[in-house]
C-alpha cells in the first residue's frame, strides 16, 4: 500500500467553481501535512500546511481527520491560475512523502 | 533573495556517461534532500544529508551518490546514466529533519539520457 495516496483526477471544472481534493495517508504515526502545488514541468511549491482544527488561507480550505487518516483540500471560486496539480505530503519522520498528485483543469 | 538552486536547469547526458548535478542554498538549512521525480509520478527521495549526516534510501541505486562539501552545497552524482534515469531532479532544504515546515524546493534539473 503507497504511503499517500491521491486520485489523481483530472478535475475539470469551470471558473468560479468549487473542488475537493482528497487524500490518505497510511503511517498512522504521521506527524505534519501539506498541500503543494506544482505546474508543469516546474517545482512543487507549499500551498499550505495542514492543521488538525482545519484551516483557511483565502479560498482554500484544508482539513485533516487524523482518525481516518484523511486530508482534504477545498478550492472556493476557482481561478484559470489555479490549473495545476495538487500534491498531498505527509512528514512521517525525517522526509517528506508525496502523493502523485491531483491534477486540475479550471476552464473558462 | 534567499532560496535553493539548481544547476544546470537542463542536462542532456550520454548513456553511461558520469553526470553531476548541483544544488546550493542560502537558507542555511540543515537538511538537503535529492528527488527523483518522473513524469506523472511522485517524487521519490534519493537520499538527504543531515549536516554531514548522509541518509541513503534503501532502494536507492548504487549508481546514485552525493556529495555535501559545505552546508551550502551538494551534489548528485550518476555514475552510468541509464534510459531510465531520465527524470527530473529535484533538490530541496528543510531546516530540520521531517520537514515540520515544508521544504524549500529549487527549480529542478531536467534529464534526459540519449
Known amino acids: 500500500r503507497k504511503e499517500v495516496e491521491q486520485d489523481p483526477g483530472p478535475f475539470n471544472v469551470p471558473e468560479g467553481a468549487t473542488v475537493a481534493f482528497n487524500c490518505t495517508y497510511s503511517?498512522?504515526?504521521?506527524?505534519?501535512f501539506f498541500w503543494y502545488r506544482q505546474d508543469c514541468r516546474k517545482e512543487p511549491k507549499l500551498l499550505m500546511s495542514v492543521y488538525s482544527s482545519g484551516n483557511e488561507d483565502g479560498r482554500f480550505t484544508a482539513q485533516l481527520n487524523r482518525a481516518s487518516q484523511y486530508i482534504s483540500l477545498l478550492i472556493r471560486d476557482s481561478k484559470l491560475s489555479d490549473s495545476a496539480t495538487y500534491l498531498c505530503v505527509v512528514s512521517s519522520g525525517y522526509a517528506l512523502n508525496f502523493g502523485k498528485g491531483t491534477s486540475l483543469l479550471v476552464t473558462p | 533573495d534567499a532560496m535553493v538552486i539548481q544547476n544546470p536547469r537542463y542536462q542532456v547526458t550520454q548513456f553511461g556517461k558520469p553526470v553531476t548535478l548541483s544544488c546550493s542554498q542560502t537558507?542555511?538549512?540543515?537538511?538537503m534532500y535529492w528527488y527523483q521525480q518522473k513524469s506523472s509520478q511522485a517524487p521519490k527521495l534519493l537520499f538527504h544529508y543531515y549536516d554531514k549526516d548522509f541518509n541513503n534510501e534503501a532502494d536507492t541505486p548504487d549508481n546514485f551518490q552525493s556529495r555535501r562539501p559545505n552546508t551550502s552545497f551538494c551534489f548528485l552524482d550518476i555514475r552510468s546514466p541509464g534510459l531510465g534515469d531520465a527524470a527530473m531532479y529535484l533538490c530541496a532544504t528543510s531546516r530540520f529533519s521531517g520537514g515540520i515546515y515544508g521544504y524549500t524546493f529549487g527549480s529542478g534539473t531536467r534529464l534526459t539520457v540519449v
Open positions: 537558507l542555511n538549512h540543515n537538511v
Open positions: 503511517n498512522s504515526a504521521s506527524q505534519s
